[in-house]
């Protein structure tokens, strides 16, 4: 049995992990393009954009992964009830899209100026912004697909779906900003096509015959999608969270070294979605499994998956650190076409600093992800709260005041082993509220 956990466990996460880092890989592409095609200025563009980009796929992620999980666990309860989750998150993820569409359409500039961004770049960023607002309902339905075609047991098809949508954005990023002379609105309509790509791929899943997924013709139900938002909530923070730290760390970097700062910050971050992606890919890998043991009542089984899940995060943020302090100075000046002596030297405190917090942010990602797969919706929600948006928030602005820019590199740590604390607590009271409730039956 503890083999056959093993095997399902390799095969979840692996496949997974590899789909999550090819979102992370096209989002560098798009860094890098950028850096070549505008420097610093569309470096700082795209970091003031990238908690929008947050925001859609916190909501895609919360409606796709509480409805998935939904679905796996009335599915091994036989319950009919788990038909209904799926087009239910396909219409509410478009009507949930209407106001990004309405803002790209009309205002644009002014979410960019609500961002932080002055009059240059601002005037840079609006055909970037505009076009990526307006495929809102497409990044959130791929999320939805994807969710459900991973549960529905086929890893392989949601992974070759990713990552086809990440080559074609890769690909279609230099054709469009180069050769066809697009620039940042070529960058933006490589990166919204992509979405479309990958739910095509994943939609060949629903013509073959193990398919157990079923589309129903019905209103869309506010109460199903309460229930899916209580078991994708965490999904949310978690996505979410890398939004209010991006915008966080921008108003603060602006004020202490400039949009030069804030470019900085916008490799550092660039980065980070990379180990972020992988410690995504554990969670939410071995999300469909912990569903579908704790749903049959094989808490033991659930327990391992945990364990496997956190000495898995806990070696991929040591290669992380390891790599990312060999190679500072190679991965700054892939992003810094321009040779900036400044942003070099606070982007290498600054991935130097950032990046060992990872160590901690690893276990709780994957803890949370636990916790919400395991019906625990208000530990998961209080964790991933915690991590996302007090933590880090009350960590940045203090440490900031006293540290300056060494302070605001810092802040990430402290926020991370606050809630690693928080997270083990939870933990441990709930696996012996559990043990409890099994020795009283």
């Not at 995060?313 to 892939?334: E, F, H, Q, Y």
């Not at 960590?395 to 083990?424: D, N, P, R």
């Amino acid at each position: 049995m503890s083999q056959s956990l093993g095997r399902q466990y390799t095969k979840f996460v692996s496949q997974n992990i590899f789909g999550m880092l090819g979102i992370s890989i096209y989002i560098l592409a798009d860094t890098f393009y950028i850096s070549k095609a505008a420097g610093a200025d569309g470096i700082t563009v795209l970091n003031l954009c990238l908690p929008l980009y947050n925001l859609i796929y916190a909501i895609g992620s919360m409606i796709g992964a509480g409805s998935a999980t939904r679905f796996t666990l009335y599915k091994v309860q036989k319950d009919p009830v788990c038909d209904c989750f799926f087009s239910n998150a396909i219409f509410c993820s478009i009507i949930i899209s209407i106001p990004f569409i309405l803002a790209g359409l009309i205002v644009p500039d002014r979410v960019l100026k609500l961002m932080g961004g002055d009059s240059s770049i601002v005037a840079l960023g609006v055909p970037y912004a505009r076009i990526f607002m307006m495929f809102a309902p497409f990044f959130m339905i791929n999320f939805v697909v994807n969710a459900f075609v991973r549960n529905d047991n086929a890893p392989s098809t949601a992974m070759v779906a990713t990552l086809l949508g990440s080559l074609f954005n890769i690909i279609f990023d230099y054709i469009f900003m180069f050769p066809m002379g697009m620039g940042m609105a070529g960058a933006a309509l490589a990166t919204a096509i992509s979405p479309i790509v990958s739910t095509c791929v994943c939609g060949t899943h629903f013509i073959r015959g193990h398919n157990q997924i079923r589309f129903l013709w019905q209103k869309p139900s506010l109460q199903r999608l309460v229930q899916a938002c209580q078991l994708g909530t965490p999904a949310f923070i978690g996505e979410f969270s890398s939004g209010v730290t991006t915008t966080t760390f921008n108003f603060l970097i602006l004020r202490l070294a400039g949009n030069v700062g804030v470019a900085a910050y916008g490799v550092i971050a660039n980065l980070a979605l990379v180990a972020t992606s992988m410690f995504n890919g554990v969670a939410q890998g071995s999300q469909p499994l912990v569903s579908s043991y704790y749903g049959k009542g094989d808490r033991r089984s659930a327990g391992k998956l945990l364990k496997y899940g956190l000495l898995t995060s806990l070696c991929i943020a040591v290669l992380a650190v390891v790599g990312t302090r060999i190679g500072t100075d190679i991965l700054i000046a892939i992003f810094n076409s321009e040779g900036s002596q400044e942003l070099r030297n606070l982007a290498y405190d600054g991935i130097r600093i950032y990046f060992p917090g990872f160590l901690f942010a690893g276990l709780n990602i994957t803890a949370t992800g636990y916790l919400s797969a395991t019906d625990c919706a208000l530990q998961a929600l209080t964790a991933s709260f915690s991590r996302g948006v007090v933590a880090i928030i009350l960590c940045a602005f203090v440490l900031a005041h006293f540290f300056g820019m060494t302070g605001v590199w810092y802040s990430f740590m402290a926020a991370e082993l606050i809630t690693l604390l928080l997270v083990t607590g939870m933990l441990l009271w709930e696996n012996r509220s559990k043990g409890q409730q099994q020795e009283k039956a």
